[in-house]
């Protein structure tokens, strides 16, 4: 019991010192630029009041005219004198200096205010976030609360660190070479003004892009008249788990049951409010107990508001997520981009925990509808399926003939008893594989089957998969074989083509037929230059001044040096092109020569891997 709790106490210091340091240590390099900027700067201040002590101290002890009382007296006062507190203390004295000292000053001021600003903000989000992720750890509600706050109130402090630090770039890329080596160089000041201005555009313009948070599923609406049968078990599973049923339901193909609150696009058509999601091809594998048991399980996340906040928290985390990804692609925003990561990953351990718990409520109102037994059953069924139907394609999919894909969702139905027997038989741990989902991460199976008594051994898992499925929910939609069956030919036309532009990479054609699959996505294309059009085709480069065709097969390098091109072959030695004798088009024609030499050289190692049987 002891060794059990001491496991569990190192396994949780071992993910509090991993978050440490993937994101809170990396989350600190935002005080970098600013604690910099603050040290030199104020160094920078010292130093011109050193120079200013050391030229007045020259004054008076050159000034003939004082005593030597009067000459010490004076130099002790000029110890504490400092001109930059004066030009703070009493404004008119800036009138007796140089402006351009003046200036230099207020640099220097306004540096160290920039450098503390975002010290402070930066100090002050740290402490906002250990108040606000323990309160949205409460309820859903707090959870949303609290992320809508946070993100407001970050985006405006990461905009303000990325201006205030690119400021501090900037200045610093002047006065560092001037103060101490009193020297300016001109390509490292502009070097770092266009990298300043450009993160500060690219930051500008994530607060205001809203990225395009449209939720699009395959499918089918289910109309009452199609499925009346259907929709009233539904609303009975509703009426016990204290809900009301969905504005509409969308059967598909895809191997989940999910539900939704946001705008669901089908084809060209968009329903709002309620979705729930069935896959026509499971509902074929369940039994009637079982998908009530599913269904209930969906509903439970309409009672439990779980949609109503998914559908609130998810253009938020878009937004972020927006926000996040200008940060990593702004150079100089590295500091800020890792801060922002951080609070990020900190609302992803209070979105997982509450999931979860969704989950696991859901779970026990599914239990309760129907039974733990029956929540159980479907539960393993769905993630054998899911487990069957990836092994067919994957199978499909390492096919080097394309006609060999057709027929999948037979495939797929005739063959999943045989396999759920394998599976149940088989060594893997069925326990530790989650459900998939289209939005949240599941917990793992056998923690959701603990929360609710069932315990799972090879014996159990092997009753729950050998079950003779009567598909009723799937029968009680008129038509469903032609439904599931239309959505599978387009799926597969779907596969086959995805699968034949991989084909593409893996050939090397030696067949009519394999010429001609990467003829289609690798026609020949033409350059015009002045030394004569060049052709790019699957072989190889011909055209221009070239002595002939180069096949790829005999290139071993390609180099470009400003506008020559020297293309390295084994048998005719290096042959040069003048790519800016093509004008506008000599981009578009080594963007070609990189997709073209890049699929031989793709294709080349593919084989390798073909032709060399695993021993």
Same mark, same amino acid.
Not at 116 to 130: K, V
Not at 318 to 327: D, P, V
């Given at each position: 019991m002891s060794h059990e709790s001491d496991d569990t106490t190192e396994q949780n210091d071992l993910t509090k010192l991993g978050f440490a340091r993937t994101f809170f240590i990396p989350a600190l390099w935002v005080f970098l630029f600013p604690v910099l900027g603050y040290l030199f700067f104020s160094h920078a201040e010292n130093s011109f009041d050193g120079n200013f002590q050391q030229a007045l101290q020259q004054q008076i002890r050159a000034d003939k005219d004082l005593t030597a009382e009067q000459r010490t007296e004076a130099l002790r006062n000029i110890e504490e004198f400092r001109v930059s507190q004066l030009l703070v203390d009493e404004p008119d004295f800036a009138q007796q200096l140089d402006s351009e000292l003046v200036f230099h000053y207020a640099t220097f001021r306004w540096m160290k205010r920039i450098a #503390?600003?975002?010290?402070?903000?930066?100090?002050?989000?740290?402490? %906002? #976030?250990?108040v606000s992720i323990p309160i949205s750890l409460r309820s859903q509600s707090a959870q949303y609360t609290s992320l809508s706050l946070s993100w407001h109130l970050l985006r405006i402090i990461g905009a303000v660190q990325v201006i205030g630090q690119a400021a501090l770039l900037v200045a610093m890329s002047f006065w560092v070479t001037a103060l101490w080596f009193e020297i300016y160089i001109v390509k490292l000041i502009l070097l770092v003004a266009v990298l300043a201005?450009?993160?500060?555009?690219?930051?500008?313009?994530?607060?205001?892009?809203?990225?395009?948070?449209? %939720?699009?599923?395959?499918?089918?609406?289910?109309?009452?008249?199609?499925?009346?049968?259907?929709?009233?078990?539904?609303? /009975?599973?509703?009426?016990?788990?204290?809900?009301?049923?969905?504005?509409?339901?969308?059967? /598909?193909?895809?191997?989940?049951?999910f539900v939704t609150e946001q705008p669901v696009f089908v084809g060209d058509l968009k329903f709002e409010g309620r979705t729930l999601f069935v896959s026509l091809s499971l509902l074929r594998q369940l039994n009637g107990s079982q998908a009530d048991a599913v269904m209930a399980h969906e509903m439970a996340h309409f009672s439990g508001n779980d949609t109503l906040y998914s559908r609130k928290i998810?253009?938020?985390?878009? =937004?972020?997520?927006?926000?996040?990804?200008?940060?990593?692609?702004?150079?100089?925003?590295?500091?800020?981009?890792? %801060?922002?990561?951080?609070? =990020?990953?900190? %609302?992803?351990?209070?979105?997982?925990?509450?999931?979860?718990?969704?989950?696991?409520?859901?779970?026990?109102?599914?239990? =309760?509808?129907?039974?733990?037994?029956?929540?159980?059953?479907?539960?393993?069924?769905?993630?054998?399926?899911?487990?069957? =139907? /990836?092994?067919?394609?994957k199978d499909l999919f390492e096919q080097e003939d394309t006609s060999a894909i057709s027929d999948i969702s037979e495939k797929i139905r005739t063959g999943f008893p045989d396999f759920a027997q394998k599976f149940a038989n088989s060594e893997v741990d069925i326990g530790h594989m989650e459900t998939s989902h289209p939005f949240d991460a599941h917990p793992a199976t056998i923690d959701r089957l603990a929360a609710l008594g069932v315990t799972l051994t090879p014996e159990t898992a092997k009753d729950m998969l050998t079950e003779t499925a009567d598909g009723v929910w799937f029968e009680n939609v008129r038509n469903a074989v032609d439904v599931e069956k239309n959505q599978w030919d387009d799926y597969e036309r779907q596969f086959r083509e995805f699968h034949e532009q991989t084909l593409c990479y893996r050939y090397l054609p030696s067949t009519p037929r394999e010429r001609e699959i990467v003829l289609k996505h690798f026609p020949?294309?033409?350059f015009a230059s002045k030394d004569g059009d060049y052709v790019l085709d699957m072989d190889g480069l011909q055209g221009g001044k070239l002595p002939g065709e180069i096949p790829w097969s005999d290139v071993t390098n390609c180099e470009l040096n400003e506008a020559l091109l020297t293309i390295s072959t084994s048998s005719q030695g290096p042959q040069k092109i003048k790519v800016s004798r093509m004008g506008k088009e000599q981009q578009n024609f080594l963007q070609a020569l990189q997709h073209y030499y890049g699929r031989y050289l793709t294709a080349k190692e593919a084989q390798k891997t073909i032709s060399t049987p695993d021993v």
């Open positions: #503390a600003t975002c010290m402070a903000l930066a100090l002050g989000a740290f402490l %906002f #976030a250990a201005i450009a993160a500060v555009g690219i930051i500008l313009k994530a607060i205001f892009t809203r990225p395009n948070t449209d %939720f699009h599923i395959q499918g089918v609406a289910i109309e009452r008249d199609q499925a009346d049968e259907l929709w009233r078990d539904l609303e /009975g599973v509703c009426d016990e788990v204290g809900t009301e049923p969905p504005d509409q339901i969308i059967g /598909g193909i895809d191997d989940s049951f998810g253009p938020l985390l878009a =937004r972020y997520n927006t926000y996040l990804h200008a940060l990593s692609e702004g150079g100089i925003t590295a500091p800020v981009y890792q %801060f922002m990561l951080c609070f =990020r990953a900190l %609302f992803e351990l209070s979105l997982g925990k509450l999931s979860k718990e969704r989950e696991f409520r859901a779970d026990e109102i599914a239990a =309760r509808v129907t039974s733990p037994r029956e929540f159980a059953s479907a539960l393993v069924r769905i993630i054998a399926f899911s487990q069957y =139907r /990836g092994e067919i394609e020949a294309v033409t």
